[in-house]
């Protein structure tokens, strides 16, 4: 196992834990996943809590499906069979613009729930 192989398991598991964030978020009402939260948000402090809730769950849902994909794919071309690099480097690369799309949001919402 290679260091690329380390990063995708944990591209699968981020994806995962969005997903269950997602879960969590939906059945209890209450916010979840405080990985996706910058150190400087305390997650107890927001003023609407379903407002956000509403917010994020779709954005959560893009970022874990394309991370348990961007994992999976990498995987997939690293034990089962080739994969163009062109399409796997694709993948990774769409992964990181969402995440910086992500972050951005992230950052501009601060002020409206927070």
Not at 2 to 10: E, G, H, L, Q
Not at 30 to 54: N, Q, W
């Amino acid at each position: 196992m290679n260091v690329w192989s380390i990063i995708d398991y944990v591209l699968v598991g981020l994806g995962i834990y969005a997903l269950y964030s997602v879960f969590q978020m939906k059945v209890t009402g209450e916010l979840y996943g405080k990985m996706f939260f910058s150190v400087h948000t305390p997650i107890e402090r927001c003023k609407d809590k379903a407002g956000f809730i509403e917010f994020i769950i779709p954005k959560l849902i893009i970022i874990g499906i394309l991370a348990i994909s961007t994992g999976g794919i990498s995987l997939v071309s690293t034990y089962v069979v080739q994969i163009p690099g062109m399409i796997v480097s694709g993948v990774g690369l769409v992964l990181v613009g969402v995440l910086l799309w992500f972050n951005r949001q992230m950052k501009a919402v601060q002020k409206k729930y927070w």
